[in-house]
C-alpha cells in the first residue's frame, strides 16, 4: 500500500527515487526524461532553448535541424518542415517545462511530449542533475 502511495504523488515519487539513488549511487529508471518540441524554425528553436536553459528547466537540449512533418489540421493534411528540440530534463520537472512552453510557443497547439530515460551513464546524468540545481 506504501508504494501505492508513493505512486500516486508525483512528488512523491520523485523525492523517493532521488533518495533511492542518492542512498545507493545508482540511477533510477525514470529520474530524467527527454521531451520532444516541434519548432517552426531554428530562431524559435535556439531563442526558446536559451530561456529553458536560463530557467534551469533543463541541462541540454540538442536541436535537430529540418525535420519533415505531416499532421491533420483542422482536417486537412498539412506539411511542414520544423526544428526538432530534445530536450533532457528531471522528469520532476516536465510539467513545469510544457507549462513553460505552451506560454511562449508560437504554435496554438505545441507538440510537446516526454519520455523517461532508463539507463544513462551515471556521470552524464550527475552533470544533468547539477545543471538545473538552483544558485
Known sequence: ILTAY????PVLRTLSLQLHSAVTGTYVSGTFSI?????PNEQ??????????DKKLA???NILPKASSL????????EATEILLLIKTKTSRVHMLSSYIRA?????????FSIPMDRGDVHYLKW???GMRED
Open 6 to 9: 508513493f505512486l500516486t504523488y
Open 35 to 39: 521531451v520532444f518540441v516541434n519548432c
Open 44 to 53: 524559435i528553436a535556439r531563442d526558446l532553448t536559451r530561456a529553458i536553459l
Open 59 to 61: 541541462t541540454s537540449v
Open 71 to 78: 499532421y491533420l489540421w483542422n482536417g486537412e493534411i498539412e
Open 104 to 112: 511562449v510557443h508560437p504554435f496554438e497547439i505545441p507538440e510537446v
Open 128 to 130: 544533468l542533475e547539477e
